[in-house]
């Protein structure tokens, strides 16, 4: 696993970790972003197959944009 660099989600730095595994002869990307706000913590975490790397940015970098603390 390796930490990557703080991006920004919902107004607030989210940590950023990302691995790669293969499960059942299937190379698998995930990418998790730990969410805080106040006393609330959220662990959010992206899986891919055989998505290209940009591909999957652009997915996960949509859905991070919708996120909002309710």
Do not use: I, Q
């Not at 293969?22 to 913590?41: H, I, K, N, P």
């Amino acid at each position: 696993m390796a930490v990557e660099g703080r991006v920004e989600v919902a107004g607030a730095p989210t940590w950023r970790a990302s691995f790669r595994s293969d499960l059942a002869g299937v190379d698998y990307s995930f990418e998790r972003f730990f969410l805080v706000e106040g006393s609330r913590t959220l662990t959010v975490t992206f899986s891919c197959g055989t998505s290209p790397d940009a591909e999957r940015k652009t997915v996960v970098e949509s859905v991070l944009a919708t996120w909002a603390w309710d």
